[in-house]
């Protein structure tokens, strides 16, 4: 027993990733896109989940959602009262998951998920066996097509439920047999609110707004990688300003690359240039920085971005064949100011 | 590594301060829709209330007179001034203004979000609202609009592409639009022709649909009123003068929507429509009480068979899950819950249904003739068409309904050639035994050990499945059991084996009409309510997929109890299909030229063109290159000609390939992928964008690539066969060996005819090239040399007899042994030879036995290709040997 006990310990003083710490258990925790959230939570509370898409882009919560989702269908109040090794073995049994790191060829889907489907399993009444299928989009479309009268014919006893990055990546026919919930980006309120309710929780983080505001600005919606950023700059400075934040995303500011394209005077965007070169970041981020930025660059005219971008992207390949020069950015920034 | 997703979607503006800027945004849009659930909950309901009350009231029902027709004939009298009679005043305004914004219709309506604009405009416009009890008193007040002085449309400018782009906007309610009472066009039959000003087509014809009005495309002696536009059809404007209906401008239609009384006023029109609509929810009403019905009975027959088997089993609160004969149908999906439960009920495609039913009844007489006589005599059937329309459910069900078996075999079982010979073949002539155990009383005895087998999802046939595809081709041919195959694609080449063997069945998508009812019946029992008139946008959003609308209700009825045309746009967006587009479209949205002005990029901004490349990376560009020079450019930069802007064009898909090379090469520097899309795709296109002159072609660089690699193939052969006699490279050769092979080995036949047989033999001898070789020779030949023609003049007589002699006599020929030259070959050749077995894989077996006895009365032949395709050493170690056996060759080996 005491073994047990200082495995536990131990495991305490390890650090686990925040994002794991902070993972919403339940579909109440889960933060933003509150329309899809509610319906779940019907379905959770009625049980009778159809089988479901939900696609959106990475770190707003799909995954998590799914497993709130399953766990609160199979823990409702009339089983609370099972132990937590119960509960497991439950779950072992009702759910099957399976993410792109498991192997889910063809063969996988005939044979294994054909053989969950079929399992009986003892279940709440109202309540299917469920199996989730993680970044659903990596499947070969060979695996897709495997899985489309599997869906109908269990479906008494089974329900599936896809999380994905683009939904059109998906076959037309099993978008036809799913619900499809679409989560949107998560706005900058909703992982402000949950990046100070993590500084709460950790206590004795020292921040400034301006760092919060750079967190929430590099992870664009994306709650993960906010989370992970704020664990990293802790981890290395204490401190979270805008500084540290930006060091430790480590890419150029695209503020400072849109003054560079956008300016005037060539010698102040060459200024800015070399300053950004003397502060050591990459050519490669620059070049990447450069190009993402001119992309959403909507002061410019259409046109007059296209032809930056062709400028744009040869250097982008010379830097990557190996010409990582100054000179080589210095050229485009010149070319960029013709452009104007 | 690429992350798309890193590509899209990424907003960065430069924003100083995100956090607050935000939050107002999100403020609005969450007051505007709560404002949007909260205003008409209720309504609905009691207007079709109070439409019933009003049919019931006699008094009403009096003034059902309908005289719509009152064009004005004074207007034709005073044709060249504008002024038209009594409402001049008006409506030279208006027109004038029409005019002037006849130049910039192509612009798309103001959009102001403003809901406060609204109700002012409202109030504007409805100061004489309810003052009409019909139809035809409120046309009167409106003017009529003079159809003399009509901008009629030039014919030969029909704007296809501007049309194509309307589509798009069709699920936007124009905000400016008076809102009318519900229901209040219901019974009238409306046209739009032409241009309006302020509402495009679309959206003027979902604002009548809205109010129950019905919107036909053609002109008729039904139509009640036509709202006429710019640059009307002169065929359609004529016609309505035939006609003489009533014609109104887009004021005209504005005033009658909002104007008239809910329910459509008391026209005779209005009272049957309100009839049939009453009708129709009777008939909902009946039919799901019939479900319900069904449904208990069917519960308490499962239950009672159940206790009867295990009597006293006491009651389990923990469910047998798997024993789906028990299972309470709210437990079940809609999807499954409300299948189609007879071929009755299958929504649209009745005569799809009916030939496939006809087919598997004429079946067992067919097989007694042998399959020979009528056009249904197949012994399969293919059924195809896009998912979730109710093809497998089709399947089922003619078999349950003609007393069937079903055997079915679908995607998810392996179904490659061995294990569909061991599973398939031993039950195609065999019977079935369910047959047996029915009891005695039940019908279609005739079929009771028969069955059907049903493979679906053939398409779905890949990877795993070998050869799969080929052998149930096979089977489709001999098969003593009926077979109904089901896919989703026909056209795809890998279904082409069941070209001409299988009876087609094609399933279309249904319209809005044959799921309506089905959907109200669906609604009624789940006690949530959908707006009748909605459902056309439903269809439209899932492209006519019947299961996906079911799911669709089944999910959003969890929460919301009431679909109508407040929140159908929202629910019609969010469950639209993203389905990868196919090369075709993705072109013609990358070349139309409305999404590269500055108006145009704003709504369709730089990344989503982008999106448009990552639908398909690999034929996007392609596609590109290979219609870029078949565009009318609208959108030139200043001073540059179309032949300029098509040789930037050019010089870009150039530097695109250059990026390309990059990309796919050892280099694989993937980081590229998104200036690809740039360089090889949006800026050529954005360049020469505009209208399509033509359709829009296939690439032809793979045909013309695959092209490229036959000829170097059957370069390198001849090159080896003539290697002991030639002493210059691969590209040599073909410079210049083969023009003056050609002059050598064709003229004289040509010339002498067959008297030159023996000398061109002779050459070839020298040459150690065979027959095929002569052939392969003659193929090279382009431009002027091109030889068909000239072939064509060699008499039939002068060829056969050069085939027969050159068969007759002995060869030299060339052996090139494994492991000094031929090695690079045969790995060059691999892949090719990786296909070729592909490709005999569908073959069906048969054939291939029949390949086989002829390769095997030919020796000769059967050596050349041995030597040819530098086959596994062993094997030409034995025909070597056989060679050296004894037949009638002589061997040169390389000295």
Known sequence: MSNAADSKSKLDNLELPWVEKYRPKKLDDIVGNEDIVERLKVIAATGNMPHMIISGLSGIGKTTSVHCLAHELLFDNNNSNLTLEQKKKLYSEAVLELNASDDRGIDVVRNQIKNFAQKRVQLPRGRHKIIILDEADSMTSGAQQALRRTMEIYSDTTRFAFACNQSNKIIEPLQSRCAILKFNKLTDEQVLKRLLEIVKLEGNIDYTNDGLEALIFTADGDMRQAINNLQSTVAGFRLVNGDNVFKIVDSPHPLIITKIILSDSLDEALDQLKKLWNDGYSPTDIITTFFRVVKNLNQLKEPTRLEMMKFIGFTHLRILEGVTTYLQLAGLVCNLHKLK | ?895
């Not at chain 2, 799911?551 to 919301?560: A, G, H, V, Y």
């Not at chain 2, 070839?764 to 382009?782: A, N, Q, R, T």
């Not at chain 2, 054939?847 to 050349?864: A, G, L, P, V, W």
């Open chain 2, 1 to 895: 590594m690429v992350d798309i997703s890193e590509f899209f979607g990424k907003k960065r503006g430069a924003r100083l301060e995100p956090s607050s800027r935000n939050k107002k945004r999100s403020t609005t849009t969450s007051k505007v829709s709560s404002k949007k659930h909260k205003s008409t909950p209720s309504n609905e309901k009691k207007n079709t209330l109070e439409a019933i009350d009003i049919l019931n009231d006699p008094d009403e029902e009096q003034n059902s007179d309908n005289s719509l027709i009152m064009i004005k004939e004074s207007s034709k009298i005073d044709k060249p001034t504008k002024n038209a009679s009594s409402h001049s005043l008006l409506r030279e305004k208006k027109e004038s203004s029409d005019k002037g914004k006849a130049r910039k219709v192509l612009s798309p309506p103001p959009k102001i979000k403003d809901s406060k604009l609204i109700n002012d405009k409202k109030s504007i416009s409805t100061p004489s609202k309810n003052n009409y009890t019909s139809v035809n008193e409120l046309l009167m007040d409106i003017p009529s609009v003079d159809l003399d002085n009509v901008n009629v449309k030039d014919v030969h400018k029909y704007d296809f592409l501007n049309q194509e782009h309307e589509k798009e906007t069709s699920m936007q309610q124009p905000p400016n639009f008076p809102e009318g009472a519900p229901e209040c066009l219901l019974g009238l039959t409306i046209v739009f022709t032409g241009i309006l000003p302020n509402l495009s087509r679309p959206e003027a014809e979902n604002i009548a649909k809205k109010y129950g009005a019905k919107v036909t495309k053609a002109i008729s002696r039904k139509t009640s009123v036509v709202v006429l536009g710019n640059e009307a059809g002169p065929t359609k404007v004529q016609k309505i003068k035939d006609l003489k209906i009533k014609v109104i401008d887009e004021d005209g239609f504005k005033q009658l929507v909002s104007g008239m009384p809910k329910g459509g006023g008391d026209s005779i029109e209005a009272t049957k429509a309100r009839e049939k609509k009453k009708k129709m929810e009777e008939e909902v009403k009946k039919e799901s009480e019939k479900l319900d019905r069904e449904e208990r009975e069917n519960f308490k027959r499962a239950n009672s068979k159940l206790n009867s088997l295990n009597s006293g089993g006491g009651s389990n609160p923990i469910n047998n899950n798997n024993n789906s004969k028990i299972l309470d149908p709210n437990e079940q999906l809609w999807t499954v819950k409300y299948a189609p439960k007879r071929l009755g009920e299958i929504c649209g495609n009745k005569s799809s249904v009916q030939k496939l039913k006809t087919w598997l009844e004429q079946w067992p007489t067919n097989a007694k003739n042998g399959f020979k006589y009528n056009g249904l005599s197949f012994r399969a059937a293919m059924l195809s068409g896009p998912p979730g329309i109710g093809k497998t459910t089709a399947a089922h069900l003619v078999a349950k309904e003609l007393g069937y078996d079903i055997l079915e075999k679908n995607a998810s079982d392996v179904r490659s050639k061995s294990l569909l010979n061991e599973t398939v073949k031993n039950t195609l002539d065999n019977t079935s035994v369910v047959g047996f155990f029915k009891p005695a009383d039940s019908k279609n005895l005739e079929n009771q050990n028969k069955f059907v087998i049903i493979m679906d999802e053939v398409d779905g046939m890949s990877g795993g499945d070998r050869g799969g595809v080929g052998q149930l081709a096979a089977f489709c041919r001999k098969t003593a059991t009926p077979m109904i195959l089901i896919c989703n694609e026909r056209r795809l080449p890998k279904m082409r084996p069941f070209d001409k063997v299988c009876l087609e069945v094609q399933f279309r998508r249904p319209d809005a009409t044959s799921i309506k009812s089905r959907l109200l019946t669906i609604a009624f029992r789940e006690k949530f309510e959908i707006d009748a008139h909605i459902i056309d946008n439903l269809v439209q959003a899932t492209r006519g997929d019947i299961r996906q609308i079911i799911n669709l209700l089944s999910n959003i009825s969890s929460t919301t109890k009431k679909i109508g045309a407040e929140n159908i746009n929202e629910i019609a967006k969010s469950w639209e299909k993203d389905v990868a587009l196919k090369p075709f479209d993705i072109t013609q949205q990358l070349f139309s030229g409305s999404i590269y002005t500055p108006l145009g990029s704003s709504r369709f901004p730089l990344w989503k063109k982008m999106e448009l490349y990552f639908d398909d990376i690999d034929f996007t560009p392609l596609m590109i290159q290979e219609n870029y020079l078949n565009t009318r450019p609208t959108n030139l930069k200043n001073g540059m000609t179309h032949l300029q802007a098509v040789a930037e064009a050019a010089n870009d898909v150039s530097l695109g390939d250059l990026v390309d090379k990059k990309i796919h090469s050892s280099a694989q520097l993937w980081s590229l992928l998104p200036f690809h899309s740039i360089i090889s795709t949006i800026l050529p296109a954005s360049l020469v964008s505009g209208q399509m002159a033509g359709r829009i072609n296939f690439s032809a660089w793979l045909g013309q690539n695959s092209k490229t690699g036959k000829y170097y193939r059957m370069l390198q052969e001849l090159y080896y066969h003539t290697r002991l006699s030639t002493s210059t490279d691969k590209d040599g050769f073909r410079l210049d060996y083969i023009p003056t092979l050609k002059n050598s080995l064709l003229n004289p036949l040509l010339t002498e005819g067959s008297t030159a047989i023996p000398d061109i033999i002779h050459v070839m001898d020298g040459y150690y090239l065979s027959k095929d070789d002569w052939d392969s020779i003659m193929e090279f030949m382009v431009g002027p040399d091109v030889t068909e023609p000239l072939l064509k003049k060699i008499p039939a007589a002068v060829k056969s007899s050069f085939t027969r002699k050159y068969n007759a006599t002995t060869h030299p020929v060339s052996i090139y042994t494994p492991g000094t030259t031929s090695f690079g070959s045969a790995k060059k050749d691999k892949p090719d030879l990786d296909e070729v077995v592909d490709a005999d894989d569908n073959v069906p077996p048969p054939e291939d036995d029949q390949n086989k006895s002829t390769e095997d009365d030919e020796i000769d032949f059967k050596k050349d290709k041995l030597i040819k395709q530098a086959k596994p050493r062993s094997r030409k170690v034995s025909a070597i040997a056989k060679s050296s056996a004894g037949t009638k060759k002589r061997k040169v080996v390389k000295k």
